[in-house]
């Protein structure tokens, strides 16, 4: 396994002198966000981990390997080119032995993070159970990834373009423990508030680092969602958001998207559809989030097991 792994000089660096180190995901770049503001957007994130103690580590699939740590030219490749394609777990061995480009999802980031000794994930939402995912069985592989693999995931909740309710209730089956930062509330990525709670509300660093800890000492494997709602001032008016939300997913139904297309249709009609706004949600919550990540990455690296 270890063989597929790249390492970036400062990543390297990093874990040779014992630094906290916190994984990005690529697909938010390259299928999340347009160019060039994917790019720009990658970068500063890395820039906020950096300066709060930590060392980030965005994770791409690259001529056969799994590379922990971009260089700015790689980070540039991937944003700008449109046949990166999207790596969930069941997509890794293709495009590794393909040697083709990939980004990586919060399933398969999950997955090469582990594999790279790296606990904290930061992501703007996770994946999860669509609406109608009764009928449809589309249930996102991001959720069983949660439930086997042993990383914490900060995020800004996730999207109504999914059925929150039955996320949560599918991470409760699953053993998946939802933590919320702030507030007791699950956040619904462009708004603070999803209508439900996280199980538990633990704010402080220390507090999240001696949660995710214990679980793992315990010998329950698997990930933790760390939820922290979008920053007040870049939160959306939940009123417009939802109706965009609905237009969108009428317009995926209605042109039979399916499969691994319909996150991205989703994500890219929201953008079109308030134009350009969600952009700036959707930029400000990440880097929020990576602040908390690099965080508890550092609270985590004093606890180390
Ligand atoms: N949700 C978002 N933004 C994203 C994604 C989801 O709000 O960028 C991306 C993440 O990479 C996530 C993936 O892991 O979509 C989930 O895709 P799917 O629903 O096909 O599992
Ligand atoms: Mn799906």
Redesign the pocket.
């Known amino acids: 396994m270890q063989s597929f792994l790249l390492f970036s000089p400062e990543v390297a660096a990093a874990r040779a002198a014992g630094k906290p180190v916190v994984a990005l ?1 690529s ?2 770049i390259s ?2 966000m347009p160019y060039p503001q994917n790019v720009q957007t990658a970068r500063e994130v890395e820039q906020v981990i950096r300066d709060a103690g930590a060392v980030p580590a965005t994770i791409a699939i690259i001529d056969g390997k799994i590379c922990v740590g971009l260089s700015e030219e790689q980070l540039e490749t991937l944003g700008s080119s449109p046949d990166a394609l ?1 790596v ?1 777990r069941r997509d890794l061995p293709f495009v590794l032995a393909q040697r083709r480009l990939g ?7 999950m997955i090469c993070a582990q594999l790279a000794g790296i606990e904290v994930f930061v ?6 159970v ?1 609406r109608g995912a009764e009928t449809s069985f ?1 249930i ?3 959720l069983q990834e949660l439930a086997q693999t042993s990383v914490a995931v900060v995020c800004a909740g ?2 109504s ?1 999914l059925d929150i309710g039955l996320t949560l209730e599918y991470l409760e089956t699953h053993g998946v423990p939802v933590i919320s930062v702030g507030q007791p509330g699950f956040p619904a ?1 462009f708004t603070r508030e999803s209508g439900f709670k996280a199980d538990f509300q633990l704010d402080e660093p220390e507090a999240q680092a001696a949660f995710i800890r214990t679980k793992w000492q315990l010998g329950l494997a698997g990930g933790v969602v760390v939820s922290n709602p979008v920053p007040a001032q870049f939160a959306m008016e939940p009123g417009e958001i939802d109706g965009i939300i609905a237009q969108a997913l009428a317009e995926a139904e209605q042109q039979n998207v399916t ?2 297309s ?3 249709f989703l ?1 890219a009609r929201i953008k079109e559809l308030t134009g350009g706004r969600s952009l700036a949600t ?1 930029i400000a919550l990440v880097k929020h989030n990576a602040l908390v990540g690099a965080r508890l990455a550092v609270a985590l690296n004093h606890k180390a097991a």
């Open positions: 995901e697909t938010i299928h999340g999207k969930s980004a990586t999802t919060v399933a398969a980031t992501t703007g939402g996770i994946g999860g669509h589309d996102s592989a991001d996730v999207k373009i990525f499969g691994k319909v996150t991205p994500l959707n």
